[in-house]
């Protein structure tokens, strides 16, 4: 859940395209079912046998945002024609790690060249974007690992990112994770997918669950998914 503002906010100001964009898109929600729809995109990797705060997978979480903010008033929107991230959480079959360590990393220590590109991708929406993203990092950022994976099977993209990881910069573990969620949410965007197969936000048309597993499962070379 995304934490509550701490003092009261006024009316939030109108979405540039709100006029353009529907408040619903379609029922398909796995995780958090007050988000008319919520992707859910599971990145397997290859460990070893799990010790307690390991894990063997991610969830990719992401939102449509006309559709959340329908529930609560929303101060801050990501960009148009992509989902709004919501977080990308080590998980495992079973329980899944949380809050592995101290956290103390802040807002001004995100890299600089990064923190538009990352709000851009990731807005609060019902709160400051910084104090979601801080939530979320400190829930399951901290306890990514750049050890659980294998590199000859890890995205070039993403061995990059951890490749240029500085162990002697207290920060540069989360820049990386923040990195590492973003370029995942710029690659398997959601909407973009949708849209390519003619599925659109709409209030008035409908789309079936097999149309939607369909165009997702097309994308990428699946046969089935959840």
Same mark, same amino acid.
């Given at each position: 859940?995304?934490?509550?503002p701490?003092?009261?906010?006024? *009316? ?7 006029? !353009?964009?529907p ?11 007050q ?23 991610y969830?990719?979480a ?12 929303c ?8 989902? !709004? ?16 360590e101290?956290? !103390? ?11 538009s ?27 990514w690992? +750049? *050890?659980?994976?294998?590199?000859? +099977? ?13 162990p002697?910069?207290?920060?540069? +573990? ?12 710029? +690659? ?21 669950i ?17």
């Amino acid at each position: 859940p995304n934490p509550k503002p701490q003092t009261p906010t006024p *009316d939030p100001p109108s979405h540039p395209c709100s006029a !353009n964009l529907p408040k619903s898109f379609l029922i398909l929600s796995y995780i958090m079912p007050q988000t008319i729809l919520t992707s859910v995109l599971l990145l397997a990797l290859v460990t070893s046998p799990l010790a307690a705060d390991d894990y063997d997978l991610y969830v990719l979480a992401t939102e449509w945002a006309p559709s959340a903010c329908v529930f609560r008033k929303c101060f801050n929107w990501p960009i148009d024609d992509t989902m !709004n991230l919501h977080g990308l959480w080590p998980s495992s079959a079973g329980s899944s790690p949380a809050e592995c360590e101290p956290f !103390n990393y802040d807002e001004s220590n995100i890299d600089p060249s990064f923190k538009s590109e990352l709000y851009k991708y990731w807005a609060g929406l019902y709160t400051p974007s910084w104090d979601f993203i801080k939530y979320e990092c400190k829930k399951h950022g901290s306890c990514w690992r +750049k *050890d659980l994976h294998s590199s000859a +099977k890890t995205d070039k993209k993403i061995q990059q990112l951890i490749d240029a990881y500085d162990p002697r910069d207290p920060f540069g +573990k989360y820049n990386v994770y923040l990195k590492i969620a973003v370029y995942l949410s710029q +690659k398997f965007n959601t909407f973009q997918v949708l849209k390519d197969s003619g599925i659109v936000p709409s209030d008035t048309d409908h789309y079936t669950i097999d149309q939607i597993l369909g165009a997702i499962n097309k994308h990428e070379g699946l046969s089935y998914a959840l």
